[in-house]
């Protein structure tokens, strides 16, 4: 059996969930102002990464993100795990606490879930932001023109969207079952939905960082 990199006596893991255009971006900069988290998107890992220069990974991951596809999760996790590593290693977390990983945009899928926590760490719950498609949609759109992202255009956003759908609600159910999920309505202001967030972590024990 696999022993994971890391024990969750050393650091917390939280899943951040949540269709394209959902707020995700937004709550990340809050939970890491407020908590203490340390922000890891898996897209923006993945987008570097395929620019790097002598990438191993780069065509492949630049032709699944064109093609609104999900890139294989063992090149995603590994991107997860170093980026986690680097952190503990250049700053470690203040004697008696523990380091706080917000993971956003993962896992995708169930079997992502499943290899990361068997071979990374076991997560401490998962955040999801409930978002109705056309609110999505229409900040998308408005975020495409000024982001430079090629996948921001209508035809993307909908395979996004499906593809969300499909392949990651099958997460969030799963660890609902579990009860390890915080849902938050997401069509709200970004004041409101992060009240929202707050008072979801906070009962399930994660306090602020003085």
């Known amino acids: 059996m696999t022993t994971p990199r890391f024990s969750p006596n050393d ?5 951040f969930l949540g269709g394209p255009g959902s707020g995700k971006g937004t709550q990340s900069a809050n939970l890491v102002k407020s908590y203490g988290f340390t922000h890891l998107s898996a897209g923006d890992l993945l987008r570097a990464e395929q ?5 191993q990974y780069g065509d492949l991951i630049r032709d699944y993100i064109r093609e609104g596809k999900i890139v294989p999760m063992e090149v995603t996790v590994a991107l997860l795990s170093n980026a986690m590593a680097e952190t503990l290693s250049t ?3 203040a004697a008696g606490t523990k380091a706080r990983f917000l993971i956003d945009g993962f896992p995708r899928k169930l079997d992502q879930a499943v290899f990361f926590e068997e071979t990374v760490c076991p997560s401490e719950l998962v955040l999801f932001l409930d978002c109705p498609e056309s609110v999505m949609e229409t900040r998308l759109l408005k975020r495409g023109e000024t982001s430079g992202r090629d996948d ?3 035809a993307s956003i909908r395979k996004r969207f499906h ?8 997460v969030v159910e799963d660890f609902r079952k579990k009860d390890k999920v915080v849902t938050v309505k997401a069509d709200l202001s970004p004041e409101e939905v992060s009240r929202l967030v707050q008072a979801g972590i906070e009962a399930r024990g994660l306090l602020p960082r003085s």
């Open 51 to 55: 620019v790097r220069s002598g990438s």
């Open 152 to 154: 921001d255009n209508a």
């Open 91 to 93: 700053s470690p977390p």
């Open 163 to 170: 593809t969300f759908v499909e392949t990651s609600m099958p």
């Open 11 to 15: 650091v917390t893991v939280v899943f």
